[in-house]
């Protein structure tokens, strides 16, 4: 018996140790729930990579879902993304092949490798890709997102990617042009203004006006096809004086409008309204601040328009980057899984800044900072004070940027701290120039 | 006795089935090492995240590795991206401020919503930002594949990143061109070749001109700034016919070359040469298969030429996302890490392909592939079969994809098995044309 109790203890011990080390793996940083949480998405990336979709198509983690019953482990509670069948075949798991299908030798997309990278794709981190290059989910998510901060109506509107608004904007000048003017289009901005709108006019196609303010009483033809085609940037809130702007000039066959809505977030601006123009340019960059994505989206009423803007992405870059799809739809999981948070945060930081710098220029004769209005924010349903990104610019004015590290903007406000108490120990000792 | 060897069985079985759950937890995935190189991959993501830079600064996965000593954790052997200190800080860790340094206050870079993420790091799958848009250690690991593969001279050459190679095409046109040139620049490219190259030329600022040996006998003005420019494509291997080519017209002040090296990887050529060309493009999509992450490299003698590719950049999308670079790092690093595998696996599969059409079509009276010759691949070592990507087209041709995916070569194949037999039973019938 003795000898049974001795074996038992050795095993106990064994036992325990084990758990020790399997509990201290499974728990290895600590208790938090970070592990768990890897696990998690690994088990989303899996269950997506196990869907075999009879080895005739793949599912995508950014995939439509589907509630399919022959798609195995989906169901209503817990849908998966449907299969994108190879080329001639199809059903919900691709099961399917239609016998009329022309072959299709076209396309030089090297889908010929993709065995190699499913056999790495622990170590590469990789689970499959892509063909196609508009992802619905992601664009589903952005309608929802619109509609929850109430700053777009995305109802009957095309949706476009681009990488970022650089890109987008040039798109929209290509796509309101006409094909083959027999005049360069006329592009215009309202004062102050956004600097790369100018430079980014390089082609002969295109000619940059100025402000828009100058062509306001002028009278533009009524029929299509004229001469002269002007395009305007509407730039609300505006980059950098925060204002919210309206057209200067009526829209009209030979007159077009861009609205640049970058910055139209509850952290920079009160929302008065939702948004309804029908060509409207959204950035990720001002709304979760990833501006090296390089991901934005135009909302556009049009399909004639719509269609030209297909055409510049696929010549000038063959669309937007799959990869930069897939973070952005995770990113705005996350924006849309935690309430008002992003915006309460954002919008608390630029006025905290705002704030900070009034108090410090407020004791200044030679500085000042433009006036900005409170106004009633239909998302945070308040009366909301100015959260500006930036202030004016002009020639005797100087854009501040509010958006930039802690750090930055620490030191900005050292910086005018001492040229502001310079000026009252300046002007102690008479009011001498320095 | 007895009751304590009871309590003993009951805490040994406790023990037992807690190792059994945290066994089959850590290895849920039946015992291959997924998690493990899980948990390897997000140890790397968290000894980058754990790097402090002092609380001014960041470090990144694919920032230049460091083994500076007062960087924690760092050393010899196990060296760690190193610091990007925000502005006024420097060191190796950003520990130190220079009270010198100017606020800037400039940079419509959105960090200030930094916090936010650092918070919600887990359910985003983001461990910080860059605000840099070219990875040094992205460029590294290229220079080492062109080393590797000894496809491409990088030495004394400036890199540029891309969205893919037809955003780079775009960019070195633009880059190659006088900046207000009298008349437009003239693109040439040989028969037969990449339809979008023609699409692509759609401002006034250049004109397509069709074939280059149309040109051939033209003598082209000596000095610089002359009243006409060309711009010649050189695609080698060339698309669709998988030649290897080289410039038709001689490189002069008026004469620019664009190499588009798309295809020139052991997949699909022998590789005779280092290619040393003064303007070379290359592109993710070719060499991994990752089309729809839109990346490409273009590497520039000129520093001049390099700096309007860059304006050119900036001008157009502000970059290539952080996203697909880091995604290009973890893809290279597979690539070199797996010996010549996924060139074999390339090169195997199209060689493959392009013997398994030549038996159907060596059948048939009607149809006959291009005859391509094998060469002495320096890579491989080797006189090398062919293995193309697409066979030629013109009006008597077509061009076919043996790129694509299994299911659409399997379906060529059958279709063209289909239509040479039909050819025979056909003539057997006496010749009736069909």
């Known amino acids: 018996m003795k000898r049974y109790s001795w074996v038992?203890?050795?095993?106990?011990?064994?036992?325990?140790?084990?758990?020790?080390?399997?509990?201290?793996?499974?728990?290895?940083?600590?208790?938090?729930?970070?592990?768990?949480?890897?696990?998690?998405?690994?088990?989303?990336?899996?269950?997506?990579?196990?869907?075999?979709?009879?080895?005739?198509?793949?599912?995508?983690?950014?995939?439509?879902?589907?509630?399919a019953n022959n798609l195995e482990g989906a169901n209503e509670d817990d849908p998966l993304p449907s299969c994108e069948c190879n080329s001639c075949y199809y059903g919900?798991?691709?099961?399917?092949?239609?016998?009329?299908?022309?072959?299709?030798?076209?396309?030089?997309?090297?889908?010929f490798l993709e065995p190699f990278w499913m056999k790495h794709a622990e170590s590469s981190a990789v689970s499959g890709w892509h063909g196609t290059f508009i992802s619905k989910e992601l664009e589903r998510h952005l309608q929802e997102l619109h509609a929850v901060v109430g700053n777009a109506n995305t109802t009957g509107k095309f949706m476009v990617f681009g990488a970022g608004s650089t890109q987008l904007l040039n798109a929209a000048i290509y796509a309101l042009s006409p094909q083959d003017p027999p005049s360069p289009t006329r592009i215009l901005g309202s004062i102050p203004f956004y600097p790369l709108y100018k430079s980014q006019i390089n082609s002969k196609n295109f000619e940059w006006e100025g402000d828009t303010s100058m062509w306001k009483n002028t009278s533009f033809p009524s029929e299509y096809n004229s001469s002269v085609n002007f395009i305007q940037f509407v730039t609300s809130p505006n980059n950098p004086d925060a204002e919210l702007k309206e057209p200067v000039l009526l829209e009209g066959p030979s007159v077009k409008t861009i609205f640049d809505h970058s910055y139209y977030w509850p952290h920079y601006t009160a929302i008065p309204a939702l948004a309804n123009e029908d060509l409207m340019i959204f950035t990720l960059s001002k709304l979760t601040g990833h501006a090296s994505s390089r991901f934005g989206w135009a909302l556009i009423k049009d399909q004639g328009v719509y269609e030209r803007f297909l055409d510049y992405m696929s010549l000038n870059s063959f669309g937007v980057s799959r990869d930069t799809q897939l973070r952005t739809l995770k990113l705005l999981k996350v924006v849309l899984g935690t309430g008002k948070e992003l915006f309460e945060f954002g919008h608390g930081t630029t006025r905290t800044r705002w704030e900070s710098l009034n108090k410090v220029v407020s004791a200044s004769k030679r500085f000042s900072l433009q006036?900005?209005?409170?106004?009633?924010?239909?998302?945070?349903?308040?009366?909301?004070?100015?959260?500006?990104?930036?202030?004016?610019?002009?020639?005797?004015?100087?854009?501040?940027?509010?958006?930039?590290?802690?750090?930055?903007?620490?030191?900005?406000l050292q910086r005018m701290t001492a040229l502001v108490s310079q000026e009252q120990v300046h002007e102690e000792h008479g009011g001498k120039t320095i």
């Open 92 to 111: 919900a798991d691709c099961s399917q092949f239609s016998p009329d299908c022309p072959a299709d030798a076209d396309s030089g997309d090297p889908m």
């Open 371 to 412: 006036k900005l209005i409170s106004r009633y924010c239909t998302y945070f349903q308040n009366i909301t004070v100015p959260s500006p990104a930036f202030f004016h610019a002009e020639n005797l004015y100087v854009r501040l940027s509010l958006i930039k590290s802690q750090d930055d903007f620490d030191w900005l």
């Open 8 to 67: 038992w203890v050795l095993l106990l011990c064994f036992s325990v140790i084990l758990n020790l080390l399997l509990a201290s793996y499974v728990l290895i940083d600590g208790g938090n729930s970070k592990i768990l949480s890897i696990l998690r998405s690994t088990k989303e990336a899996e269950d997506v990579a196990s869907i075999s979709c009879s080895g005739h198509g793949r599912a995508f983690l950014d995939g439509i879902l589907s509630t």
